[in-house]
């Protein structure tokens, strides 16, 4: 102590900060504090919303792929998933559950989107290949798809995935 005044860091027991792994990166849509607390309403408008915008992602990239530069069509469809979803996650988590970064629940959205990618692939699949050759065939395999995918997707992340901490 010095001069009346008591040195506090003495007074607080040592803590040690432990060493985390990097948190992966983010799009900063949202610089506001985290929280589960955005209405459902709210959510349902929000998620719609990042939903067409990957959507938009995620078909865009899987026609320049499989019809413009000729890669196979499967493979297209995995490129543009993982993107789609990707673009999905990020805004979701800034913007539409308002959540803070958390290492258990991106591991949790990773588990997801391994169960949606089989699902979405697989419904994607065994449309395009069960439908007539004509050109309403690859966005009527991605829609149905894709809509499959969104209500999994919205039902486990709110339910689950949002509510990690």
């Known amino acids: ?25 983010e799009i900063p849509l949202v610089d506001e504090p985290g929280g ?11 998620f719609t919303l990042t939903g067409g915008f990957s959507a938009i992602v995620d078909f865009g990239l899987l026609t320049v792929l499989s019809n413009l530069l000729g890669v196979p069509e499967i493979l297209s469809k995995v490129i543009s998933f993982v993107a789609g979803t990707t ?8 913007w539409t559950f308002k959540a803070e970064p958390s290492r258990a629940r991106f591991i949790a959205v990773i588990a997801l989107y391994a169960v949606t990618f089989a699902v979405q692939v697989g419904i994607y699949a065994l449309m395009f290949y ?24 919205f039902v486990v992340q709110r339910a689950v995935i949002f509510k990690i901490k």
């Open 1 to 25: 102590m010095h001069g009346g005044t008591r040195d506090r860091s003495r007074s607080l027991p040592h803590v040690q900060a432990q060493p985390h792994l990097p948190l992966p990166a």
């Open 36 to 46: 589960t607390d955005v209405d459902l309403k709210t959510q349902i408008v929000r």
């Open 87 to 94: 673009t999905a996650y990020l805004i979701n988590r800034r």
């Open 130 to 153: 069960a439908l007539a050759d004509q050109w309403w065939r690859q966005p009527l395999a991605f829609v149905v798809a894709q809509g499959t995918a969104t209500v999994i997707n």
